[in-house]
C-alpha cells in the first residue's frame, strides 16, 4: 500500500500527525479554515451581545424596512406613482422583465434584506476585516436565494417557457443529465479538449522555445514587419494559470498585436508543478522565471535593455525583480509596464479577506500533503468569488433556459488552471498577502531588503474597473511608492477581460493619466474627475508609450542564438503549457 506521506517529510515529529489530522479536515471543509470562520462569527456575536442599543437599532431598521417594502408593494400593485423603496444596480436585475411587479416587487425586497444584513456586521468594536468576512459570507449564502434563481421567480426563465412551450425547460433537463452522466469523465474529456486547442485554436502566435529552466520555457515569437524596436519587450504571465491568456485567439491575442506593432516579444511559460517541485521557492520563479526571460532576450536580440511587462501575479514578481535590479545596480530594464498586479496587498480584494494565520496553516498543510496546492482547490475559491457569473448564471442558462454556453477561448483558459508548490505558495501567500513585505519595504532579496522606490524607470500601469482579485484603487496605489512617471489607465471589464481588450472590442473604454515625478500625488477619486475618458481600447496607447520609449528600429533579430548559448528547443507553445 502506498504512503500517503511526503517523502522528503517523514513521519518522525509529533507536529506531523496534527498536519496530518488538519489537511484531512481541509478535504472536508473544502480548505476553508472554520476556525477562523469562528473566530469572526465570535467577534461579531459577542459584541453584537454587548450591544444592547444596537440590538435595538438594527429591529427597528428591520420594522421601518418591512413597512416600507409593504407600502412599495401596495403602491406598485395598485399601478400608483411611487419612489422605489431600493435602488439597486445589480447586472443580474438588467433585463427590463425585473422592473414591473410582481418581479420588481421581489427584487426590492431581495435587495432590502441583503443591505439589512450589510448594517447588521457593523458594530463598534468588531475587526473591520471580520465584518468584511461576515457580510462577504452573507451575500454568498443569500444569493442562494436570489429570485434570478427560481423557475417562477425570475421573469426571463418564465418568458422563455412560454415562448417555446416549455422546450427550454426539457432541453435543461437533457442538459442536466448529460452534465451528470459524464461528470466522472469531465475533467478528463476537459483535459484533452484543452490540450487539443492549445497551438491550434489558442496559443497560435509563430513562434520557439529558446530557453527551458526547471521551472519555465522562454518563448519567442517570429517577427512580422520589416524592421522591430531595438529593445524587445519580456512578458511576465502569473504562474496561477497558463501564459495563453495573452495569446489566445488571432482576433485577441497580445502578443500579436505586439509583434504587428513591431516589437520583439518574450514570453514566459510557467511549468504546471508537480511534487517533486515542492521546494521551488518564490525567489526560484524570480530568478528561473523572470531573469532568465531577460537574459535571453539581451543575448539573443543584443539589445541593451528590455521593457519589461507583468500581468496578475506575474507584475507582482516582476516589480521584486525590477526592485531587486534597481538596488544591485542592474539597468537592464528600459521600462516597466504592470497590468492588474497587486503591489500593496492590503487592500487586495475579496480573497484577502480568507487570508489569516489559521487560514494559511491549514493551506500549507493541505500542500505539506501533496507537496503542491492542487488545480481545482485554487480554481475554487475563485468560483466563491465570482458565484454571480461563473456559478449560478451558467446554472441558470444550462438548465432553466435550455442553453449551452459557447466554447469561448478565455473560457479553455480559464479552466487550466495549474498547481502551485509547497514552499513557493507559502512563501507568496505570507510574505506578500498576510504580512504584506513588498509595500512596506521588507521584502528580502538575496539576503537584503528591497525598495520599490529604487526603481528609477517609467511606469506604465493598468486597472480594471470591476476586478474581485486586483482592485483598481489597490493597484494604483504603486503611484506612492515611486518617484518615476507613472502613466495610469482604467479600463472597463474585470480581471481578464479588461486586460485581453483588443482594437474593435465593443463596448471598450478607458481612463488615462500620467503623474509626472515633479508632480503632487493624486488620490484615485480625484483621479477619477482629472483622466482622459476614451472609447475603444487601451492597447494603442501602451503601444504609443512604448514607441515614445523605444523609438529606434533595427533588423529582426533570428530566433535563438546558438553561438550564445540559446539554440532552438522547439517550436511555440512549448511543452510546459501542456502540462
Known amino acids: 500500500m502506498p504512503s500517503i506521506l511526503p517523502d522528503s517529510h517523514p513521519l518522525n515529529q509529533s507536529t506531523d500527525i496534527d498536519r496530518l489530522l488538519h489537511a484531512g479536515t481541509a478535504r472536508l471543509t473544502g480548505g476553508v479554515s472554520l476556525i477562523g470562520l469562528g473566530l469572526a462569527w465570535f467577534d461579531w456575536a459577542s459584541h453584537l451581545l454587548t450591544s444592547p442599543g444596537r440590538q435595538a437599532e438594527l429591529m427597528r431598521n428591520a420594522s421601518v424596512d418591512v413597512m416600507r417594502q409593504f407600502d412599495s408593494t401596495v403602491g406598485e400593485l395598485s399601478g400608483q406613482s411611487h419612489t422605489t423603496a431600493i435602488e439597486y444596480a445589480d447586472r443580474r436585475f438588467n433585463s427590463p422583465n425585473w422592473k414591473k411587479p410582481p418581479y420588481s416587487i421581489l427584487v426590492q425586497n431581495f435587495r432590502a434584506v441583503e443591505q439589512w444584513w450589510d448594517e447588521a456586521f457593523k458594530i463598534h468594536g468588531v475587526s473591520g476585516r471580520h465584518q468584511a468576512l461576515l457580510a462577504f459570507l452573507a451575500r454568498q449564502y443569500l444569493d442562494i436565494f436570489s429570485p434570478t434563481n427560481g423557475f417562477l421567480t425570475n421573469p426571463d426563465i418564465v418568458r422563455r417557457t412560454v415562448e417555446t412551450n416549455g422546450v427550454n425547460l426539457f432541453n435543461g433537463w437533457l442538459n442536466a443529465i448529460d452534465d451528470v452522466a459524464a461528470s466522472a469523465l469531465a475533467k478528463e474529456k476537459s483535459r484533452k479538449a484543452q490540450i487539443s486547442s492549445i497551438g491550434n485554436e489558442v496559443a497560435t502566435s509563430k513562434g520557439a522555445v529558446v530557453a527551458r529552466t526547471r521551472i519555465a520555457e522562454i518563448i519567442q515569437y517570429t517577427p512580422t514587419t520589416s524592421k522591430v524596436h531595438q529593445e524587445p519587450i519580456v512578458i511576465v504571465p502569473a504562474w496561477i494559470m497558463k501564459y495563453y491568456i495573452l495569446d489566445l485567439s488571432k482576433q485577441n491575442s497580445l502578443v500579436r498585436y505586439l509583434v504587428d506593432q513591431g516589437f520583439t516579444v518574450f514570453m514566459v511559460s510557467w511549468k504546471n508543478p508537480d511534487q517533486e517541485d515542492r521546494d521551488v521557492s518564490l525567489d526560484d520563479y524570480r530568478t528561473l522565471g523572470v531573469l532568465a526571460a531577460i537574459d535571453a532576450a539581451i543575448k539573443i536580440t543584443g539589445a541593451e535593455k528590455v521593457h519589461g511587462t507583468g500581468y496578475c501575479l506575474g507584475g507582482t514578481l516582476l516589480a521584486i525583480a525590477a526592485a531587486a535590479m534597481a538596488r544591485d545596480g542592474d539597468r537592464r530594464l528600459k521600462t516597466l509596464s504592470v497590468f492588474a498586479s497587486q503591489i500593496d496587498f492590503h487592500d487586495a480584494g475579496e480573497l484577502r479577506l480568507f487570508i489569516n494565520d489559521s487560514q494559511l496553516a491549514l493551506i500549507e498543510d493541505m500542500m505539506w500533503m501533496h507537496g503542491y496546492l492542487k488545480a481545482e482547490e485554487m480554481a475554487g475559491a475563485f468560483h ?8 449560478w448564471s451558467r446554472l441558470i442558462n444550462s438548465y432553466a433556459m435550455g442553453e449551452r454556453e459557447k466554447p469561448l477561448d478565455i473560457m479553455l483558459w480559464s479552466d487550466d488552471s495549474t498547481r502551485m508548490p509547497y514552499r513557493m505558495h507559502s512563501e507568496y501567500l505570507r510574505q506578500l498577502y498576510l504580512e504584506n513585505r513588498l509595500a512596506e519595504g521588507a521584502m528580502i532579496v538575496d539576503g537584503h531588503p ?47 477581460a479588461g486586460i485581453v481588450s483588443e482594437p474593435g472590442h465593443s463596448g471598450r473604454y478607458y481612463r488615462i493619466a500620467t503623474q509626472k515625478a515633479s508632480g503632487a500625488y493624486i488620490d484615485p477619486d480625484t483621479w477619477l474627475e482629472v483622466a482622459e475618458y476614451k472609447i475603444g481600447s487601451w492597447l494603442p496607447e501602451w503601444a504609443l508609450w ?23 528547443i522547439g517550436p511555440a507553445p512549448g511543452e510546459f503549457v501542456l502540462g
Do not use: C, Q
Open 384 to 391: 466563491i468569488l465570482r458565484s454571480n457569473d461563473l456559478i
Open 450 to 496: 528591497i525598495t520599490l522606490r529604487a526603481i528609477a524607470i517609467p511606469i506604465f500601469l493598468v486597472g480594471t474597473e470591476w476586478d474581485h482579485v486586483a482592485p483598481w484603487r489597490s493597484v494604483f496605489k504603486l503611484h506612492l511608492m515611486t518617484e518615476r512617471d507613472v502613466t495610469f489607465v482604467l479600463t472597463n471589464g474585470g480581471h481578464n
Open 546 to 568: 512604448l514607441n515614445e520609449n523605444s523609438p529606434n528600429k533595427t533588423e529582426p533579430p533570428t530566433l535563438g542564438s546558438p553561438l550564445n548559448g540559446y539554440p532552438i
